[in-house]
């Protein structure tokens, strides 16, 4: 009997150790406010930092580099990274601008210069995206003109959100975007080398950080709702996540609708600048009209 009892004892406090560890590993990782990354603007560009407010009452910043008469207007949606931020989406900023589209670049809650001290992985952040599109939407230059959204990663799953649960935006752009959270937890406990066993551990966290109901908010929830063109982009080597959440989204999603899939890691713009910008060129060609 007390071999038994000990033996319970020593599995109650691996258990609760376990679970510590994995709480506390999300909630550093979605807990801070993240600086913007490094990157300088393009040659004789000027980012004048504006500023919005979000229904949570958060000021959302934001640089806008319009041009004239432009074709659409795209608001650029970064990704998780440490520091990131607004200045991530520059290097798509510059050929977009080139190629005759206004951009818009924010900085998520919890980046840059935008306000918040959590990231919640695209639950929330699409508000942030909503108010920038709201305001954008409404100046005189961009009357009659078509504004979609252009993400990656988290930024691409906050889009698809965005678009879903608002139901504005005209076109969306999703590279490597996760499907749910589920897949998002798997990928990265098998990216940090941990066994997949933690996995209804790192789900009772997440409730934790997250709240009852999160996983209301992700991509696969709430894309049928989307009855606008959408491009889905998977990495077929994605380190990161799971590079089948793209097709899983396709699926899901109505027409009309485009899907490309290509031999690279996460960050298909770095490896591939030259086909990536092809085919989102490509497409917003043939939707933007």
């Known amino acids: 009997m007390k071999l038994f009892v000990s033996a319970l004892l ?59 008469n432009p074709k659409a207007v795209i608001i650029l949606i970064h990704g998780y990274g440490i520091p990131g931020g607004k200045t991530q989406m520059l290097g798509h900023s510059d050929y977009l601008y080139d190629a005759g589209y206004s951009t818009v670049l924010l900085d998520l809650r919890g980046y840059g210069k935008s306000e918040g001290n959590k ?3 695209g639950i929330n952040e699409w508000k ?49 975007p996760y499907a749910n959270f589920d897949s998002m937890f798997h990928s990265q406990i098998k990216v940090a080398g941990l066994p997949q066993i ?29 009855k606008v063109p959408i491009l889905l982009i998977s990495a077929k ?11 899983k989204l396709y699926d899901s999603a109505n027409q009309p ?3 490309w899939e290509i031999d690279s890691h996460h960050d298909i713009f770095d490896e591939h600048p030259q086909e990536f910008r092809e085919k989102v060129l490509f497409f917003l060609k043939k939707y933007d009209q």
């Open 237 to 247: 080597q994605d380190e990161e996540l799971n590079y089948q959440d793209a097709k």
């Open 10 to 68: 020593l599995f109650l406090l691996v258990l609760t150790g376990t679970f510590l560890f994995t709480w506390y590993r999300l909630h550093i990782k979605v807990n801070l406010h993240a600086e913007n990354s490094n990157i300088d603007l393009p040659a004789g560009w000027k980012g004048e930092t504006q500023f919005v407010t979000n229904s949570d009452g958060q000021k959302i910043a934001y640089w806008y580099f319009p041009v004239n």
């Open 119 to 121: 990231i919640t992985l």
């Open 257 to 259: 609708k485009e899907y």
């Open 128 to 176: 942030d995206v909503e108010a920038v599109f709201d305001y954008i939407k409404s100046l005189p230059e961009n009357k009659n003109k078509k504004i979609g959204y252009l993400g990656i990663s988290m930024g691409a799953a906050t889009a698809v959100i965005s678009a879903g649960e608002t139901h504005k935006g005209d076109f969306v752009i999703a590279s490597v």
């Open 198 to 226: 933690i996995y209804p551990l790192l789900k009772v966290s997440a409730l934790i950080e997250f709240g009852k109901g999160y996983e209301r908010f992700s991509p696969i929830a709430v894309i049928k709702d989307i």
